[in-house]
């Protein structure tokens, strides 16, 4: 804890997500060298979560024998929109919040300099500052999880695009009739490649009578299931995960060769939950992008999986300029 | 012609297409004040149509009474890969040149600085320069022809991407199982949408004995069919031009929608020869990309027909930095 306590430049990153808030200090050379989680309820109350995030940040600081004066700035990370102006959440899908102050809040409670960004924009850019050290000028996040979500790094900068709502990635078309999306829509990337939609697709199948490999995975208990068990099954010969496999891999990489045409990215970093939790999914993917794209945009790129990880949107989220 | 001799800073921009050559002396306003064609055999050899290009330039110049020395740039646009570093023309589909060092011999040739760009991206320049009055940072280029090109305007710069082939618009992919694009890959919005693919379609339920509306509209012509013939037999009821009207306003719409969400422009310019060869194609795909896109991304979004149209990559080209 001394050893923390004396480390010059020390950041405070916040990572909201929808069923925890983790805050963890970082050094300047991103890495978090303490973190606090708290749980937080579905559609809670802002006033009451702000307290909470202000009380965690006193703690993280007073745990580490640091004095707040002395923290370089706090970096908030939270899924949904912001408005980077004003510094508003306009619009939390996990919380239910709207239009919320969170950042001049937290800067008045805490008397730290703050900022905020998308979760995803943060998780990018904390990848590309300290875990690619900057080499690439064009690099494309692709996060897997629940959803999908990305971010394009852009000469060093994330790019925001007019209104600031920009790297959408897991809303490109894939199917104009395909599968329903979450965000109105039909046929999004996410529909396809969302951990959630491919297990609800799988549920559905046990749910109206399919049994096999996939079955016993489970231990007959369906709500458990995961990407993780879909490629057990597919590994292990079960037919309907060889299906879904098939077809996430597929869509995958049509998906991120399409980006590649249009975007030309040096570097295309995998994360997010399904990434993590699966151990094959990026080296079948990589070759179907590989086939699909068009040579030349190809040529150079690397596809890597994330490092940072789970902290991921605290380094970036405590680094990122607005 | 004395007018245009006394224009102050001239310069001159080349459009090389796959049938013919345009020079054009363009003002410092952006308009092309005198303008020269020639035509041009596919797969030319390079050192006659290099040197058929220096000749249009001498004569565009002399018969404008305008000394060579005056000229401030040539500024070349292609299809293609362009190498910015060298100035090379690495691939040109239509002409079958390969890695040609078109910039530096016609700068040799001229004693004129002298620039070269792929036509798209000099296209949306040209446009987003002089027509939009460069108003906006975030600018979406489609150009739908024959195929499906387009470039991305950034803060006021043409987007490259890491090995200067980005803005492939055209080869995003819509449907991973969908028709064979001329790339190589399946589904790409090209394949749905470009010209010839459309053309294509039709002629093939032609050829297969189709008739209809459309039969009658073509004279029992198939082979002169473009996408104003489709849109007319749309119009009059015709049953496979419906089918087909219906799919590429779709497959365009969800097209859009995608790089709405993922690019966040402030404006989408439509332009190529299916564009501004169909009169109500713009009007009905922007409720579909409404629909489809996610609403704060497309809120403040304007989509517009291109206003130089095939003027558009001489004056972009004159004009562009590299």
């Given at each position: 804890m001394a050893y923390v306590a004396e480390e010059p430049e020390l950041r405070i990153g916040i990572d909201i997500g929808g069923s925890k808030i983790a805050a963890g200090l970082v050094n300047r050379r991103g890495r978090v060298v303490s973190k606090k989680r708290i749980s937080v309820e579905k559609q809670k109350a802002y006033a009451k979560v702000r307290d909470d995030i202000a009380l965690l940040i006193d703690e993280l600081a007073t745990e580490n024998g640091i004095e707040k004066a002395r923290i370089e700035r706090i970096g908030i990370a939270s899924a949904g929109q912001i408005d980077n102006e004003?510094?508003?959440?306009?619009?939390?899908?996990?919380?239910?919040w709207r239009d919320v102050p969170l950042r001049a809040d937290l800067e008045k409670i805490c008397?730290?300099?703050?900022?905020?960004?998308?979760?995803?924009?943060?998780?990018?850019?904390?990848?590309?500052r300290f875990s690619l050290l900057k080499c690439a000028r064009n690099v494309l996040g692709v996060y897997i999880g629940t959803g999908v979500g990305g971010g394009i790094i852009i000469d060093g900068k994330v790019y925001r695009g007019?209104?600031?709502?920009?790297?959408?990635?897991?809303?490109?078309?894939?199917?104009?009739?395909?599968?329903?999306?979450?965000?109105?829509?039909?046929?999004?990337?996410?529909?396809?490649?969302?951990?959630?939609?491919?297990?609800q697709?799988?549920?559905?199948?046990?749910?109206?009578?399919?049994?096999?490999?996939?079955?016993?995975?489970?231990?007959?208990?369906s709500d458990i299931l995961h990407a993780g068990h879909i490629?057990?099954?597919?590994?292990l010969g079960d037919e309907l995960c060889e299906t879904l496999w098939r077809?996430?891999?597929?869509?995958?990489?049509?998906?991120?060769?399409?980006?590649?045409?249009?975007?030309?990215p040096e570097i295309i970093v995998l994360?997010?939950?399904?990434?993590?939790?699966?151990?094959?999914?990026?080296?079948?993917?990589?070759p179907i992008v590989e086939k699909r794209a068009?040579?030349?945009?190809?040529k150079g790129l690397r596809i890597i999986r994330a490092k940072l990880e789970e902290n991921a949107a605290i380094v970036g989220a405590a680094f990122i300029e607005a």
């Open positions: 004003t510094g508003n959440i306009l619009f939390s899908p996990n919380l239910g008397c730290v300099k703050t900022s905020i960004e998308n979760d995803v924009n943060a998780a990018i850019y904390g990848e590309w007019f209104s600031n709502v920009g790297g959408e990635i897991g809303h490109i078309t894939l199917n104009p009739y395909g599968y329903p999306c979450n965000c109105g829509n039909t046929g999004c990337f996410e529909a396809y490649c969302g951990g959630s939609y491919i297990a697709r799988a549920q559905r199948r046990l749910k109206s009578g399919y049994r096999g490999k996939l079955w016993g995975i489970l231990g007959g208990n490629e057990e099954g597919y590994l077809e996430v891999i597929e869509y995958m990489g049509a998906a991120l060769a399409g980006l590649v045409n249009l975007l030309n994360g997010g939950g399904v990434i993590y939790g699966t151990q094959r999914l990026i080296d079948e993917v990589k068009m040579a030349p945009s190809i």
